[in-house]
């Protein structure tokens, strides 16, 4: 236990692997490596809209790790470590000072900078390249990078849809979803997915409110006039109402009809309604933050007092199958819509004000400078902090468990 403190301890002070030698690959490092490249094959074969939400998280972190790898070598830092995932080297290249390479658990990705705190050791020559050395705008601007790109990624994912394909809002006009195929009145007389419902014995139809309510105004057995249209053409059909299946005494058609589907943006809108909806999902992202740190409702899940969707913890598992139910009803743009609310939540989450996040370093950065005088900078001690550390790697281990252990049990897509 004494060396995996340690070790942990020396990695979180390196912000990267200190184990190996550069280039050297593990065959534990081969065979995971092999199995994540099967499973990826399967997955692409069992749910190819799975596969590509996967592929576009893969991405995102990739660009998280180039937000700090560009603005380090920017700012004058020195980057000795490139790699996506953890664990074991699976591949791995040194070119000029840097290694660049994949490890075997696509579990995140990250990027080695020297000198990243006071117990970090650092060669004499190459102090003055160090993180700890730089100024304090400096040191922000590299370790808030990844969470900025994030920000950037969902920016240009919201924008590309709604400029494109459009966004999800009203209408203006009711579009028949389903039919109840089941001998409903709306069956019978006619009606199919795809009409659109102009009104309702003379009563104006543009929503699902005004579906809901012109039905309701009848009783069973009334037989009404439903203005439809097809293909540009409007057509009045006739359908005699039934008693709703629940069995109250409400009228019955038996059609969801609905305003809400896809309309295009103009460039000028769709980069407004961009930075508002990251904006919305910032603050929505923030108290999601807050429940998914709070062990408790974990815990309450594992031993079943807690069913509650907003409360339960997921893992990229559980979001890829949310991402290939949404990628089979709304294809590509689904796809995209949801990976840029993913990269406002994971942006949000990663600025948490604690190591091992990149939020700690920033909130240790910020102390730093409120502590220094001019001439002589102060330096906060990790020692005390990595304690603190530690336990917040326990509750993100046991976010992963119990979130792994939801998403297989009881899948969310």
Do not use: C
């Amino acid at each position: 236990m004494s060396n995996f403190y340690q070790r942990f301890r020396s990695e979180m002070a390196a912000g990267g692997a200190v184990e190996g030698a550069p280039d050297q690959v593990s065959p534990s490092g081969r065979f995971t490596g092999v199995v994540m490249l099967l499973l990826l094959g399967w997955l692409a074969i069992n749910n190819i809209w799975t596969f590509v939400f996967v592929v576009g998280l893969l991405i995102s972190i990739f660009l998280h790790e180039v937000g700090h790898f560009s603005t380090a070598r920017m700012t004058g830092m020195k980057a000795t470590q490139f790699f996506m995932g953890f664990g074991p080297r699976v591949w791995s290249r040194t070119r000029g000072e840097v290694e660049y390479g994949v490890r075997a658990l696509p579990l995140g990705a990250f990027v080695r900078i020297i000198g990243m705190n006071n117990i970090d050791e650092v060669e004499p020559e190459d102090e003055s390249r160090a993180y700890r050395s730089k100024s304090y705008p400096r040191r922000l601007l590299v370790i808030t990078a990844g969470s900025l790109m994030h920000m950037v990624i969902a920016f240009v994912l919201f924008f590309a849809v709604f400029a494109t394909a459009g966004r999800e809002q009203s209408t203006g006009v009711a579009t028949v979803k389903n039919v109840d195929l089941d001998k409903s009145p709306a069956f019978n007389a006619g009606m199919r997915n795809g009409d659109i419902v102009r009104s309702i014995d003379r009563q104006p139809i543009t929503n699902y409110e005004s579906v809901s309510a012109a039905i309701t105004a009848n009783k069973p057995g009334d037989t009404i006039d439903v203005v439809i249209e097809r293909d540009g053409v409007a057509k009045t059909v006739q359908a005699r109402l039934d008693s709703h299946p629940s069995g109250d005494d409400r009228a019955y058609l038996g059609i969801w009809a609905d305003d809400w589907g896809w309309k295009q943006l103009s460039p000028i809108a769709a980069a407004g309604q961009s930075i508002g909806d990251i904006g919305s999902t910032i603050g929505n992202s923030v108290k999601g933050v807050v429940i998914a740190l709070n062990p408790m409702n974990s815990i309450r899940h594992l031993t079943g007092t807690d069913e509650s969707l907003e409360t339960r913890p997921s893992t990229v598992v559980g979001v890829s199958q949310v991402g290939g139910s949404i990628g089979e009803s709304d294809g590509l743009k689904g796809i995209l819509l949801l990976l840029a609310s993913v990269n406002v939540f994971v942006g949000v989450f990663n600025m948490f004000p604690l190591l091992p996040f990149d939020g700690g370093h920033a909130a240790i950065a910020t102390y730093e400078r409120l502590r220094s005088r001019k001439g002589k900078p102060y330096r906060a001690d990790i020692n005390k902090m990595v304690p603190v550390a530690t336990f917040v790697v326990g509750v993100l281990g046991l976010l992963l468990v119990t979130g792994l252990y939801l998403d297989i049990t009881k899948p969310l897509g």
